[in-house]
């Protein structure tokens, strides 16, 4: 039977990757104009795929603003396809809130030139994230297209069923053999007469379930085919009695297929085989720098920044919007597919770290401003000169030991709560700027009698804050008479300890804990691993002759100090490494390898928070891990994807079966190499591990019986593409001409990360809520009349109208609260929750301090799908499955203004 062959003109174009944005988007400008040039000829070239992602326009109008109209007037006549996507985003490096946002804006901006096409396409992502088939199908989005992850082990045709973790499934139509292989269309005759009967088409269109096949026609940064439709006209002419070929769209070439309603195999999970193409599993570590800073930014604008601008929403402040947009287009525009795989140039990479820079400092900049507009309005009774405010962005009260940098007039004063009772602190770092901070100018009155303290310190301080009202804010005050300080010590002994732990500290660094609640403990924790990397910037792979050495071969310098509070190890190594490849193979070990081991614990508090810094100027083409040993022998890891928990197999069993008995058919090997979100976890039905990872956030498990969690911290290498690594052998993904030595990362560089140890059942532990509050740090924001200066900027006195505490709402229940912020296209707020745990349902009651006028569930496109029953002003959100999330809007009544 004759085949429908759908030519799909299209370019799939990377903003950057070997070249750097500036010249990608010199080319757009050229290409794209052509584009539109042979739209509008009306000779039958009458469609063109601009790559899903509506970036490619904001891009070329900056330039060519005169086009607006022709490409409105495209795209209303379905001429050029567009959206939905903002950038072609990676989606499991990508935090879920970064990908809705990412399609939110696409979707709006596409709306304005007249409309989307409504297809998850994702020619290029390295693996599909388990969380997607919900995110698609609350965007209204029933179909997806995609190239990798998926092999023929797994389904037989190319179109099938993909369900998601929580259950929601969608339609799958695959590329699999990629998004170029109609490119190269030959003009010779002869060779045009065998070209759609060799490979990859005779492969490819057997497994089709219908008699439709597609046919993209594009190349990576690639302009139209301008005789495309000769070309079409002639193989038509060849291939009459077997394929029937017309210009057609991924829209029309899906709904063909639906028409003969095909019975579609069904797939589920994560999407990350690499049998038929690459997925470039530990691109997760790629730059490990530049992976710390996207972790960094991603916790801060969702876990920080917005809940701040949300709380001073409530208090009648103006959202900035706008600013908001511009920071979220930065990260959208870094989390392009190539860009946060971070397998771009050296040069390229420069553009990525001053995307994260721009974001930082205006998100840091803007939350300063915003915290010091709400501190200064307060209303305090005390009638102290030296405020601190307490903000916390969790969902709910909170109370424990919080650190602050501050400018101190006096090491010993008083800090007072709300209510006037006494809080202690510790100081852990002291600076004298008094020149530096009273030698500013730019006093507004200077006739204003204000304290002006004799000397000046910037401080590092811990201090016990309790009763943290939910997404609010108390008012500390700081009484120069008197002292809560509690000084720090050092110890001479080698245990620190607080109600949840006794920490050991060997000889070698290790680390014995004694987990009280459980009385289990965990021998030889946190050791330090440093070994080859014979990778790229897509894939770290391990030397043939590789050389592994261990903390604990080294006897390093072990220091403790403590207070009432706090107590803090810094355990320092002076690891002797092999300093390339080649010594790593002759297993010589010639060369330093400073690493600085620091951890706290605070009272009362489960976590143990650690860094790591390292002296990596002199060693080349190494990974360095820190492994957990939970001595929980485990066949699957809990973590967490975009929404909700996944657990996966810690050896892909049948994969690797499949790959020993074939590996000239695998593209890469089936290592079970993964990422999380906020945390990986290992546990039994009485107790387990759990951590959390600040920078890099890639895991394996290992060891004998799969009971050790090793953590990456971060990889180093060389070469943009390498060919024939040891986990992905044959050709190099990259260009092999491209030298990264930034990726060396030749520099002192610093990796956070936190672990806390439980002693009940996953579930019974809410491990997801208290990761999310560890990376939802409480922030402080100082007032002091002689710090209103040049130094922070000066700013006009205002009236005093606030109360000394505050909070929007509070949640019980079990739920997570993924992100608050305003509504993008209405006055009130949007709420998304999400169930942390595995495979239990959840619920949460919300609690609001204003009066609420309107309570919805929406969707991702932030439009009603019922209204929410409103009782004494809180609602409730029952009976939320497994790695479901829910979109709540809400309006309060009477809003303040300033």
């Known amino acids: 039977m004759m085949k429908k062959v759908h030519v799909v003109p299209h370019t799939h174009w990377d903003r950057e990757w070997y070249f750097t944005t500036s010249r990608s988007k010199v080319y757009l400008m050229h290409d794209f104009k052509r584009v539109i040039e042979l739209l509008e000829d009306e000779n039958g070239y009458d469609s063109f795929l601009l790559d899903g992602q509506a970036s490619l326009l904001d891009d070329y109008l900056k330039w060519r603003p005169q086009d607006k109209h022709r490409i409105e007037s495209l795209v209303k006549k379905g001429k050029l396809i567009i959206g939905p996507w903002y950038t072609q985003t990676d989606q499991l490096v990508i935090s879920g809130e970064s990908i809705i946002r990412n399609m939110q804006y696409g979707m709006r901006i596409c709306s304005e030139f007249g409309g989307y096409m409504p297809v998850g396409y994702v020619p290029d992502s390295f693996g599909q994230s388990s969380s997607m088939p919900q995110i698609y199908l609350e965007f209204g989005i029933k179909d997806t297209m995609f190239w990798r992850g998926v092999s023929d082990d797994e389904v037989k045709k190319t179109e099938y069923r993909w369900k998601g973790e929580d259950g929601s499934t969608v339609n799958v139509f695959q590329i699999p053999s990629g998004y170029y292989i109609g490119g190269a269309i030959p003009e010779d005759s002869q060779e045009l007469a065998t070209y759609l009967k060799q490979d990859p088409f005779r492969k490819t269109w057997a497994r089709s379930s219908t008699n439709h096949v597609f046919f993209p026609n594009g190349f990576d940064q690639a302009p139209p085919r301008e005789n495309l439709l000769e070309l079409i006209a002639r193989m038509n002419e060849l291939y009459k009695d077997e394929f029937e070929l017309e210009i057609s769209t991924i829209e029309n070439y899906i709904n063909a297929i639906k028409n003969e309603n095909p019975d579609l195999e069904e797939i589920s999970g994560e999407l990350i085989n690499g049998k038929l193409m690459r997925i470039h599993k530990t691109i997760f570590s790629s730059r490990s720098d530049l992976k710390q800073l996207n972790t960094q930014t991603q916790n801060y604008l969702v876990n920080i920044m917005e809940p701040i601008l949300s709380i001073s929403m409530s208090l009648g402040f103006e959202y900035p919007v706008e600013t908001v947009r511009e920071i979220w287009k930065l990260m959208f525009e870094n989390a392009a597919h190539d860009s946060i795989g971070s397998c771009v140039s050296d040069s390229a990479n420069e553009d990525i770290y001053m995307r994260y820079k721009q974001i930082r400092d205006i998100s840091e900049n803007l939350i300063e401003l915003t915290m010091r507009n709400i501190s200064m309005r307060i209303d305090n009774f005390s009638g102290k000169e030296i ?40 100081i852990l770092e002291l600076v004298d700027q008094t020149k530096y901070v009273l030698n500013q100018g730019n006093i507004l009155n200077p006739s204003k009698k204000i304290y002006i303290p004799e000397k000046v ?70 050791i330090i691993e440093d070994n080859g990397d014979d990778g790229d910037s897509f894939n770290y792979s391990p030397p043939v002759n590789d050389l592994v050495v261990y903390s604990t071969d080294f006897s390093p310098t072990i220091t403790i100090k403590e207070s009432d509070i706090v107590s803090m190890v810094c355990i320092d190594f002076e690891m002797l490494v092999p300093k390339n490849l080649q010594e790593r193979s002759q297993r010589k070990c010639t060369t330093l390898l400073p690493i600085t081991l620091n951890l706290t614990i605070k009272k009362d508090s489960p976590v143990i928070d650690f860094s790591l810094q390292v002296d990596n100027t002199l060693v080349d083409s190494h990974r360095v891990c820190v492994s957990f040993d939970t001595s929980i022998a485990s066949k699957f890891s809990t973590a967490d994807h975009q929404f909700g928990v996944i657990k996966r197999p810690v050896l892909f069993e049948k994969e690797m079966n499949l790959w020993e008995q074939n590996k ?46 090793r953590l990456t911290i971060f990889r180093t290498y060389g070469f943009m593409g390498k060919e024939n690594l040891m986990y992905r052998p044959g050709r190099a993904s990259g260009e092999t001409t491209i030298k990264t030595p930034d990726a060396q990362c030749h520099k002192h560089m610093t990796y956070s990360f936190s672990v806390f140890y439980y002693s009940e059942s996953f579930n019974s532990s809410n491990v997801a809520e208290l990761a999310k509050q560890i990376l939802s740090p409480v922030q402080v924001y100082q007032i002091a009349d002689f710090l209103n200066s040049r130094l922070i900027f000066t700013l006009s006195d205002v009236d005093k109208t606030l109360p000394v505490t505050f909070s ?79 979109t709540i809007y809400i309006e309060f009544e009477n809003q303040l203004t300033h």
């Open 387 to 426: 405020t601190l405010t307490v903000f916390n962005t969790f969902n709910k009260s909170r109370s424990g030991i919080i650190e602050a940098d501050v400018y101190l007039p006096q090491e010993d004063f008083r800090i007072l709560d709300q209510q006037g009772m006494e809080i202690p602190y510790t």
């Open 457 to 526: 310190y910037k401080a590092k301080i811990a201090l016990e804050s309790s009763n943290l009202p939910g997404l609010g804010y108390n008012q500390l005050t700081l009484d120069l008479n008197g002292s809560t300080h509690k000084k720090i010590k050092q110890k001479s002994t080698n245990v620190i300890e607080n109600t949840y732990y006794k920490i050991t500290v060997n000889n070698n660094g290790s680390l014995d804990i004694l987990d009280k609640k459980s009385n289990v403990t965990y021998k030889n924790q946190v």
């Open 664 to 709: 000239n058919s695998w593209s890469e090997q089936p290592i079970a190499i993964e990422t999380c979100q906020t945390f990986v976890t290992l546990s039994d039905e009485n107790k387990g591990v759990a951590v959390v990872p600040k920078g890099v956030r890639e895991y394996e498990i290992i060891g004998d019986d799969y009971s050790i969690i």
């Open 808 to 886: 929007m709402l509070e949640t019980s229940g079990d739920l997570i609260l993924s992100v608050i912020k305003k509504a993008e296209e209405r006055p009130g707020y949007i709420l998304r929750f999400y169930n942390g745990k595995y495979k239990q349902i959840s619920h949460s009651t919300i609690k609001f301090k204003h009066k609420i006028k309107l309570a919805e569930k929406v969707n991702l496109q932030e439009h009603c799908l019922d209204n929410l029953d409103i009782f004494n002003n809180s609602i409730e959100i029952k009976g939320i499955d497994h790695a479901k999330f829910v």
